[in-house]
């Protein structure tokens, strides 16, 4: 099951800096970890994700900076600011009390049994 | 993208074009555009842009080592977002490396090129529209642009803007035409004339007689008939017989109660003057004629005819005066003044005998005792509407000032002051004049009053005029009143009009003076009768009031009461004031090359009527 919606655009730059908190990464990888740590479930229209990461550099949450990869070649990578992990935190505060009042109203339905 | 690259080349043209046409308008002082400069800008930007292949997205799209061996198709979807981008191109190389090594990355495991298009097109598809997504990446490295250069770039976004209006502003403010929408000709010729029968207007036998003056015939001597050889006076006096029919023409203009000439369109009804004035060289000499006329009879004894023949000429000059155009009126005054001066001259050359001069008191005082000495501002007026009419717009904004026809009228506005003053440096001078130029041309093209407003400072400028013109200067004095100060404040910062006022102020002070002698003349020749008939001068001007030989005295123009009359043995001195407005007992003031000053100085010296103020001998 894949979320390509309005929902996940929402929770994209939230998405996208916990991913970033963990480490740099430059796009290509970005989108792979979101991928994989999310099973699948969350992906990030490549269409969004530059434009994203731009928006979070302009909002100075993300940092940007050309630097030669494993592989040899040059990437862009992108990390968290100290702005961007504020940012970050009360974003997942502001989550968790949406799961909270999710649960309450579908009854506990929510939560995995 | 040819077309684009085009259109911007037109419109890049456009703006050059248009920029240089304003330079243009500006060093060539408002000149209306010539529209050439602009469409050949245009023509060129066009055809640069036409040839010019290499732009800035060919430049980059000729990068290939950003691309290493990605798949044609991820190549030209990677140029077409970044070509769409239309952003800077720094930036966009940036995010063309950050595609191009996504694509690499998600093709890096393929192991045949067919793989690899494929694979690249299933990328492709997740990115979405090409343009949509250009369009969205732009947005986010506008975002990301420091502040700084938001600030330049908005900064230039506004002087573009402004330049762009400003060049339209003044395309359509050089551009403009009048509108013309009264026949001021008609007007002026509705007031001229006096009456409807032709046979009573002089005009016809003064234009007749003046052109009966031939150039290569008329004696080019002196006007002044006392300072001419006996050679010159013999060739006048030739002149006088041969002429003898322009003589009875214009005798016969003088005897008519009016003249009036209709004024004619120009042949060009663009110019300022749209009307023909008359010959007024040809008049000119008719006057020159009569007075040698007389002088020739007077040397003769024959003063009853020249008599005769100054009054003609006078009377000429009044036919000159009234409701006609100021030039013709300033004639007319100078004509009355020659006739005068030579009255003057003759009274003091010559004994004439009581009953002449008795007759001769009985038509001059005929003459001016209904004479308005004052100028009349109508036509001057009329004529002001009209150009008025001609160097504004009718349209938009109470129709502004057309500068190429401003300069028609002054065109001496034009020439950036390089004259400068002699204390001057030619730098100092250009800097000067430029500055000036700047000034005169912000003004003109921003502040500069309306038509509307044009007319009507003209309007209550003739208005003031009207209301002051009769007062004499001691009264103008009195009332502490600066006409020409006060008239300014009325038409200033009014281009147009702002040389109006020193204008009149000089007219009027020379009706003061011919006015004032014109008077008194009558009253000096009522002192020669009661010589002549009582042999003593009167002690004063009421003996002379009592013996009626005259009805008043005239009035000091420049005085708080009548003229000053003072006898002196067995001659006597009337005077006025003069421009001082003190009783200097009838001093008079000479200028640096010893000829006397009429009406004194505004430090001392009267205006001395009688006797004739005669110049200092050279030492």
Known sequence: MKFESQLLKGIAPVVVLEILSRGPMYGYELSQAIEQRSGDILTLGKGTLYPLLYNLEAKKLVKGYWEDAQSGRKRRYYSITGKGKEE?????????????????????????? | MRIKRIILGILIGAVIGGLLECLNAFLTFLMPPLLVLLPLAVLVGCLVGALKKGTTDSRLHNKNEDFGHLPVNAVAFIRLVVGKMRYRKKVRE??????????????????????????????IAEFGDPKLLAVLLRRAKKRCRPLWRTAVVRTFQTIGVFILCLVAYVIWFLSGKPLISTDYIAELNRIVRAVGDESLNAAPLYGKAGNMIRDDMYPSVGTNYRELTSEQKELVARWITDNAEVFDLVTAGAGKPYCWHEYMAGPDVNEMMSFVVPDLKGVRRLAFALRWRAWL????????????????CYRLGQHLRGDKTLI?????????????????????????????????????????????????????QISTCDMI?????????????????????????HVISTLGSSMQTQQQSRIKGTIDFVENSTYILFLHPNKQQTFRAAQELYDYYDKVKAKTPAQIRAEEIDIEKQAMEIVKGNML?????????????????????????ITVVAL????????????????????NYIKKVPLDLYGPASLSYKKNGDSFILY??????????????????????????????DMVLWPIPKPLKKQ
Do not use: W
Request: charge should be negative; proline fraction near 4%; hydrophobic fraction near 35%.
């Open chain 1, 88 to 113: 970050l935190a009360k974003q997942k505060e502001q989550l968790r009390e949406l799961a909270k009042g999710l649960d309450l109203v579908f009854g506990g339905a929510l939560t995995p049994a």
């Open chain 2, 94 to 123: 940036e995010v063309q490396a950050e595609l191009a090594a996504h694509f690499e990355d998600n093709i890096g495991d393929c192991a045949s090129e067919q793989e690899k298009e494929q694979i690249s097109q299933q990328l």
């Open chain 2, 297 to 312: 009879q007077a040397e003769q004894g024959q003063y009853d005819k020249a008599f005769e023949d100054i009054k003609s």
């Open chain 2, 328 to 380: 013709e009126q300033l004639v007319g005054i100078a004509i009355e003044a020659l006739a005068t001066g030579a009255l003057y001259d003759m009274l003091s050359d010559y004994h004439i005998d009581s009953n002449t001069l008795a007759q001769l008191q009985e038509v001059f005082e005929r003459l001016i005792s209904n004479e308005d000495f004052m100028i009349s501002l109508k036509a001057e």
């Open chain 2, 389 to 413: 009419q001609k160097v504004f717009t009718g349209g938009l904004g109470g129709g502004h000032i057309i500068p190429s026809r401003l300069r028609k009228v002054f065109p001496e506005v």
């Open chain 2, 497 to 521: 009009l702002e040389s109006c006022p020193p204008m009149f102020s000089r007219i009027l002070s020379q009706v003061h003076l011919v006015k004032a002698k014109a008077e008194s003349l």
């Open chain 2, 528 to 547: 020669l009768r009661y010589r002549r008939d009582v042999g003593r001068y009167p002690d004063s001007l009421t003996e002379l009031i009592a013996a």
């Open chain 2, 576 to 605: 006025s004031y003069g421009l001082n407005f003190k009783d200097d007992s009838g001093e008079i003031v000479y200028r640096e090359d010893g000829r006397p000053n009429p009406r004194g100085t505004e430090d001392a010296g």
